[in-house]
């Protein structure tokens, strides 16, 4: 466990001047990487054996009993466009009989099994939720518990320690049986103090991450990085919340941290060229080697050398709009970040690539059809077993960190999965998910790919882009998914399953399955695709040491939010991820257990004209 000693007298936290910070904040040193002996004593006093995995870490996921409610296997049913399909009942009703432990008697017993342990807690502090699972029937809305978790925040002195780094939880089912557990800590000791950057200079990097049009509230936190990030030292960081507006709308910001001390990591681009090939010359200075390069065009060929970074690529356009913005995300060894963004010579937009592939698994024929036949239905020549994943993702006018969605564009293609289409940035339009009934393009883009990824900004019941050939938002009763190939989709962004927004999210599902989100703000950052892409469609050997099988698309999205997120968005508020599924009222089919195809079951489509309800899982990370 964490071990914390007091900071120096006069901490403060909440966000004061920085010149108020000038001599109380110190830098800390990571004297232990992750979870020991202690921690595995403490899993098994709650009744299960885990190991430590590869990063530190320390997780452990029953399956069969983690976020469950009770289901019937019926056995095969129809195939559809992609094969087979298996027919599995589940019994909301039954839920409202179950006895889950009180928050007090959880902590309890979380905090005596730690005690017991001999887990030094100081500087953590247990509270309690439940996970819970609505049922929407018609205009009636029934809302069930289903587990009971307990987490922890944690402080040096009277400042947060925030980030995926610093998190324990535990989530105990009705029998107080524990379910699931992730724990990823550093043992910490105080150091020399933190020389800070001018507010001048944090004033510059504001507006060079964020833009004009956000609004910006902050905090100082300690952020402590991914377990897989090899972090030496615990530094200061803002930790920016706000707002942004864009086609009339007005979402919350994805929180994101900068650091604040001088010799963080800070890259500069420069990019030149004209015909169809460009160079991204970038540079960086501070921070402590080596250093993560992710460019906004994953198709760049890069050439890395110590804390320089050269990238050949090409521009590209889509109908009237052209690339004409590249970033940059640099990440140092103790997971300090660095945003730098340039403009694209405009002189190489005629020479730019019209539409290119993220993979060559689709092959010449599909390829060809798709480039001759701009205008006609994209995969035409889809067939049972071809399988696919589209993308889209607004980042860097909104202040975003990039690299998100080009993580599950690499697992997918790792896995054979073909990944036909990946918008980016101003090439990313609103109408590629809303239906044509709607003045969309839904049946060329995103329906006709079975799982579709977005990572931006959004807010209750749609979400956001930047490009200049839309209004810049998308909402969810402008889209309607399933008609075509789209199973699952998946916004990976701020809090489009609120619950607010629940009764007109159902509109979305016109044969999709299921549509997973964040029920709260959530974090930015750059590990979703890539961890959600692992735990679909790649046995777990590394983050997930104690699973053998691919997970369902539902708790692996869950999953994913865990494993990422921070646990909270701010003191005494979790932050909130879910699932959105159908069940068919006549037999309870349901979406609740759909794998990715081929690696495991799917639920056959329920179209509109099938009587159905609608269910939400959503607990806190």
């Not at 879910?578 to 257990?593: I, L, Y």
Request: net charge neutral.
């Amino acid at each position: 466990m964490l071990q914390v000693q007091l900071v120096l007298a006069g901490l403060m936290g909440g966000g004061p001047a920085m010149g108020a910070f000038a001599q109380d904040l110190v830098e800390y040193k990571v004297t232990r990487h992750g979870a020991d002996a202690a921690h595995v004593r403490a899993l098994q006093r709650l009744g299960i054996k885990a190991e430590l995995s590869q990063d530190g870490g320390l997780r452990f996921v029953d399956a069969s009993r983690f976020l469950a409610v009770p289901t019937r296997d019926l056995g095969v049913g129809p195939a559809n466009e992609d094969g087979p399909t298996r027919l599995m009942s589940v019994d909301f009703s039954s839920l409202k009989n179950i006895k889950l432990p009180a928050n007090a008697t959880a902590i309890q017993a979380v905090s005596q099994a730690l005690k017991d342990a001999a887990v030094d807690t100081q500087g953590a502090q247990a509270y309690a939720f439940n996970s819970t699972v609505d049922v929407l029937e018609g205009e009636s809305k029934q809302s069930y518990p289903i587990d009971t978790t307990v987490g922890h925040r944690f402080a040096l002195g009277s400042v947060r320690l925030v980030g995926p780094g610093a998190k324990m939880r535990f989530a105990l089912d009705a029998g107080s049986a524990l379910t699931h557990a992730h724990i990823a800590t550093r043992q910490l000791a105080p150091g020399s103090s933190a020389k800070l950057i001018s507010p001048d200079e944090l004033r510059k990097i504001e507006a060079e991450r964020f833009g004009a049009n956000a609004k910006l509230k902050s905090e100082v936190v300690y952020y402590s990085p991914p377990m897989e990030v090899r972090a030496q030292r615990i530094v200061p960081h803002r930790l920016y919340t706000g707002s942004v507006t864009m086609g009339g709308q007005t979402v919350s910001i994805r929180p994101a941290f900068v650091p604040l001390v001088a010799d963080a990591p800070r890259a500069s681009m420069e990019v030149n060229g004209s015909g169809s090939q460009l160079e991204a010359v970038v540079k960086v200075s501070g921070g402590r080697a080596p250093y993560q390069f992710s460019l906004s065009s994953p198709a760049a060929s890069a050439k890395i050398s110590g804390a320089s970074a050269t990238f050949i690529f090409s521009a590209e356009t889509r109908e009237k709009e052209s690339q004409n913005l590249v970033s940059v995300t640099v990440t140092d060894a103790d997971g300090l970040v660095s945003v730098a963004k340039a403009p694209v010579p405009t002189k190489s937009a005629s020479a730019a690539r019209a539409f290119q592939f993220a993979s060559a698994q689709w092959g010449t024929r599909l390829a060809t059809a798709v480039l001759a036949q701009p205008d006609t239905s994209r995969f035409a020549s889809r067939s049972i077993g071809l399988h696919a994943v589209g993308q889209s993702y607004v980042g860097s006018p909104l202040g975003m960190t990039i690299g998100n969605a080009d993580g599950l564009r690499d697992r997918a293609s790792a896995a054979s999965i073909g990944v036909p289409f990946f918008w980016r940035e101003g090439l990313a339009f609103e109408r590629d998910w809303k239906s044509p009934s709607m003045r969309g393009n839904s049946d060329r883009w995103f329906d006709q790919v079975d799982l579709g990824f977005f990572s931006g900004h959004a807010g209750g019941g749609g979400w956001m882009y930047s490009s200049a050939a839309d209004d810049g938002w998308v909402g969810t009763n402008e889209v309607r998914l399933g008609s075509g190939d789209a199973e699952w989709a998946v916004i990976a962004a701020c809090g489009p399953l609120q619950p607010g927004s629940d009764a007109q999210n159902r509109g979305v599902f016109e044969g999709l399955h299921m549509l997973c989100g964040y029920a709260s703000n959530s974090f930015d950052t750059n590990r979703e695709g890539r961890v959600f892409g692992d735990l679909i469609l790649h046995k777990s050997t590394f983050l997930w040491a104690t699973l053998r099988d691919y997970q369902p698309i539902r708790t692996a999205w869950i999953n994913t939010a865990i494993e990422i997120q921070p646990a909270e968005e701010s003191p005494g508020v979790p932050i909130r991820v879910g699932a959105m599924g159908v069940r068919r009222n006549s037999d309870g089919v349901s979406s609740w257990n759909d794998h990715f195809h081929g690696f495991g079951p799917v639920s056959p489509d329920l179209p509109a004209s099938t009587a159905r309800s609608f269910w939400i899982v959503r607990t806190g990370t």
